[in-house]
Every structure is written in structure tokens, then in C-alpha cells.
């Protein structure tokens, strides 16, 4: 079982450092299936009114539009805004990276982001080439640090082997899902041995986890919802949840999770959970189905 972390963020305005000195709010919000199902800049200023000051956004999510709108007409400093977006897998190359980057900061309206993510390791189980391009793609990153273009560099959904072809800089993230039920926990440890911070995607198990048993019983036993238990097991093992709300209650509930604690027993029953319990069915190895954006 991972041990918690001895100093647990104790407000949603509390940042993590990240290891090239730069430092990040240790609440995000996503917003994959934002836009298009929603008016996606009203949600996205929603979060902002809420008090989210870190937005997840992709090449790939169709919401970078939404994000950008909000933090440019929200009248707050772009400097207090913390904006990540990432480089599909089909654009692992050195061109490709910085062709969407170009694309992703013109649909912000931003002239950086915060972090640019490598957003998969490979294009599908059959990509023998997937370490060339990794690491093409991760040179590419650090020209793009360099020129001002954004300030850290990471990646997401990289287990241990996909590391080991990057070249020069450490990424300061690995983005990967984490919640109660899949847990990711060789991953975690690997990534903390070397200073990475984990951010935890789906950390509601995509709403899976608002029904199940056990995490229900911990939330009514310390008078809380489902989702906060989910939160805040993943800021007491020091990682950094991302959940997405499009509803305006849910946004603000999804930051209140710092006037309680779970207690060793909670840990155990969470930690006890079935391998895979509300995981998404996505391997970082295996090929997923790139989505028509039009479906968003
Ligand atoms: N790097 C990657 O490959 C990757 C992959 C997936 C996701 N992500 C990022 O991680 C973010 C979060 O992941 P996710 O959106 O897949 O899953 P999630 O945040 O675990 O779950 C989102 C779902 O939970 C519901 N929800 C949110 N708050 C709730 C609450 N308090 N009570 C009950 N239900 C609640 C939402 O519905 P409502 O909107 O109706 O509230 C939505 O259906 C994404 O938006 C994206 O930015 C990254």
C-alpha cells in the first residue's frame, strides 16, 4: 500500500512544486467532453467562477477553444492561470509536435501553456517505432521550453519502459489514471523515485465509482459525497486529481475536500478494492480508437 504523504495540500489554491522550478495547483479541472456536449466556454468559466485556476485540455479534447475564451475573458492575470494541453500519438515526430502545438495555441488564443504533454507513449499495439518517435517528439519538447513556447514539459499515460527513451530533460508530470480500484501503484512508486509528479486522470473512475459499495460507505461515514472520498485519497498519496464537472455545484464540491481526512481504515478498504474496479478499459500499450472530434 503507498504510504500518504507528509504535507498534505490543505487548501484547493495550494500548488505542488514541480522538479524544474516551476510549480503547479494541485487541483485541476478537465475538460475531455466539454465542449460540443456542452456550450464549453460557459463551462469552462463556470470552473473559473468556482475557482479552478488549472485547466487539462488536449490537441485531441476539441475544448482548447473553451479553455482559452475563459482564461482570456475572465479579467484575472494569465500568470494565475495553470494551462496543460498535449501532443496526440498521431503526431510523434519532431514536425508533427510542433505543427499541433501551433494549432493549440491559436485555438487558446495564448501565446504559452503551462505544460505540454506527450498525451500517449505509442499510435497502437502494431507501432514498432513508437521509441524513435518518442523520443524525436521529446527533443522536440524541450526546443519548444527553450523558445518560450511553453514553461514544463511532461508526458502522460508513461509506464516505466516507455521512459526509458527519453533523452535529456526529466518530465516534471506523468499524467496516468489513478483512482480507488486501479491504482497504478509500480508506476507511482517509479515516478516518485525520480521527482515526477503524478497527476491522476478519471480520478472518479469516470463516475464509475459514485455508485460503488465501498467508496459510498467511507463518504457516509465521514458525512461526505463519493466523489470528495476520491479526491482527497488522491491528494493524500500526493498525486494531482483532474476531474471533470460540467455542473456548476459539482465543480465547487470537487474542490471542498479539505476539512476532513480518511482515516487507515479507509485506506485499506480503498486500497482493497478488486484490480480494475471502474478503470477505463485503456492501455497505454494497446491501441485505443482515435474518436471523431465532431463527436467530442
Ligand atoms: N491523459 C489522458 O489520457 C486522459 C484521459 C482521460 C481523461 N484525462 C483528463 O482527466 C480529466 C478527468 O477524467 P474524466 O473526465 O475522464 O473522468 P472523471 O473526472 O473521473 O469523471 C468525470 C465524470 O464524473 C462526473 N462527476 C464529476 N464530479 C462529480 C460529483 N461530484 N458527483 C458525481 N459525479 C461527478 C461527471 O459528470 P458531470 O459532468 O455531469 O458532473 C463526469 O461524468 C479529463 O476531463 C481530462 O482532462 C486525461
Known amino acids: ?12 489554491d495550494d500548488r505542488y512544486a514541480l522538479s524544474d522550478g516551476n510549480s503547479i495547483p494541485c487541483i485541476g479541472y478537465g475538460t475531455w467532453r466539454v465542449k460540443d456536449r456542452e456550450d464549453g466556454a460557459r463551462v469552462c468559466e463556470e ?24 482564461v482570456r475573458t475572465s479579467g484575472i492575470a494569465r500568470s494565475e492561470f495553470f494551462v496543460t494541453t498535449k501532443v496526440w500519438k498521431d503526431d510523434l515526430s ?19 501553456v503551462d505544460l505540454l504533454l506527450i498525451h ?15 523520443t524525436e517528439t521529446w527533443n522536440a519538447f524541450q526546443d519548444f521550453k527553450a523558445e518560450g513556447l511553453v514553461k514544463s514539459i511532461g508526458v502522460a499515460n508513461f509506464l516505466p519502459h ?59 461515514k465521514h458525512g461526505v459525497t463519493p466523489a470528495r472520498v476520491c479526491l482527497r485519497f488522491s491528494l493524500e498519496l ?3 486529481p483532474i476531474a471533470k464537472s460540467a455542473d456548476p455545484e459539482r465543480m465547487r464540491a470537487n474542490r471542498d475536500v479539505f476539512n476532513f481526512a480518511l482515516d487507515d481504515e479507509d485506506r485499506a478498504a480503498l486500497f482493497g478494492l478488486p484490480e480494475k474496479t471502474g478503470w477505463s478499459g485503456e492501455h497505454p500499450d494497446d ?10
Request: with cysteine; charged share 25%.
Open 47 to 70: 470552473a473559473v467562477r468556482a475557482g479552478y485556476r488549472h485547466f487539462d485540455t488536449a490537441y485531441l479534447y476539441g475544448s482548447e477553444g473553451s479553455v482559452g475564451e475563459a
Open 238 to 240: 500526493g498525486l494531482l
Open 162 to 220: 516507455h521512459f526509458a527513451t527519453l533523452e535529456g530533460e526529466t518530465p516534471v508530470v506523468n499524467q496516468i489514471e489513478v483512482h480507488p480500484g486501479y491504482l497504478q501503484e509500480e508506476v507511482i512508486r517509479y515516478c516518485r523515485e525520480r521527482g515526477i509528479l503524478v497527476e491522476a486522470w478519471a480520478p472518479l473512475g469516470q463516475s464509475r465509482l459514485m455508485t460503488n459499495d465501498v467508496v459510498r460507505a467511507i463518504a457516509e
Open 94 to 112: 519532431a514536425e508533427g509536435a510542433r505543427r499541433e502545438l501551433g494549432v493549440s495555441l491559436e485555438r487558446l488564443g495564448l501565446d504559452y
Open 1 to 12: 500500500m503507498l504510504p500518504i504523504i507528509d504535507r498534505i495540500p490543505t487548501s484547493p
Open 287 to 296: 491501441a485505443i480508437p482515435m474518436p471523431d472530434p465532431s463527436k467530442l
Open 120 to 134: 500517449w507513449p505509442r499510435r497502437s499495439a502494431e507501432d514498432a517505432d513508437w521509441k524513435r518517435a518518442i
